[in-house]
């Protein structure tokens, strides 16, 4: 039986991963910080709480980072943990700093110490792009992070690369782009509408107030991400990759097609607000696949149109448990 060490397990990825693994028949333990306010209601949700054996640590203490290695002995760590939202990490840069940037460092030193066959996956991101120099985001397109979420994240990435050339570790990073689903955070935009077309559409609210609406983004379905994520890692040779649809779509495009799957038009009730623009605004980002296509054999297989109805319909059954 395979062991994994999953970081971040409470969070929306962190979930499906667990769900995914333990269909496989492996071991998984779960990383879980005693500060965290993310309950495990994800895990409950899935029906998979009682099945993960959870090790408190946090990734802002290497100390706990590297007894959780050595408990564990994991074939497999995922570093999912982080701290994710990117408009919350302009007012606080530095614990963003430490969380994405110097916790991937504190996994790395614990594998390469005391457990070097360990292999690694880094939950990277397509905020590093941030200012795109390439209108389809690749492996190789240059970065140009656009917030201190997408600095933070970028150093991971780099110390990932590092380890793997300097220590010959197996530690591959996932370029991820958008990736929803009915356990997205609240806060998330894609989320907080769907939970606003719910309640609209109930009677318990009017409006939801949204910033730059014209940002596009390539928006994928978290349970298919979460395979690829397991694909790098049974991989023969440690890489990077970027995981996309190939498609992008506008906030505004989004809430058409949620507020349409309750029969309302977004127009009357999508106000936007200034402040919630972002102090540097990521304007379009469209990644390109094709390398995770070709080498791990994966492809999005739900389009952005059942993610919405998928996601409006999960909070329609939150907010009306008779529905």
Known sequence: ????????????????????????????????????TDTRWRLQELGIADSIRMVEGDLTDPASVLQAVIKTQPDEMYNLGAQSFVGTSWNQPLFTAHVDGLGVTACLEAIRNVSPSTRFYQASTSEMFGSIQEAHQSETTPFYPRSP???????????????????????????????ESPLRGIEF??????????????????????????????????????????????????????????????????????????????????VIDPSYFRPAEVDILLGNPAKANRILGWRATTSLDELIAMMVEADLRRLSPSR
């Open 189 to 270: 935009v894609t989320r907080k509408v769907t939970d606003a077309a719910a309640r609209i559409k109930l009677g318990m609210q009017d409006e939801v107030r949204l910033g730059n609406i014209d940002a596009k983004r390539d928006w994928g379905y978290a349970g298919d991400y979460v395979e690829a994520m397991w694909l790098m890692l049974q991989q023969e040779q440690p890489d990077d990759y970027v995981v996309a649809t190939g498609v992008t779509t506008t906030v505004r495009e989004m809430c058409r097609i949620a507020f349409e799957h309750v029969g309302l038009d977004y127009q009357a009730h999508v």
């Open 149 to 179: 979420y997408g600095v933070a994240k970028l150093y991971g990435h780099w110390i990932t690369v590092n380890y793997r050339e300097s220590f010959r570790l197996h530690a591959s990073s996932g370029i991820l782009f958008n990736h």
């Open 1 to 36: 039986m395979k062991k994994a060490l999953i970081t971040g397990v409470t969070g929306q990825d962190g979930a499906y991963l667990a769900e995914l693994l333990l269909g496989k028949g492996y071991e998984v333990y779960g990383f879980f910080p005693r500060r965290s």
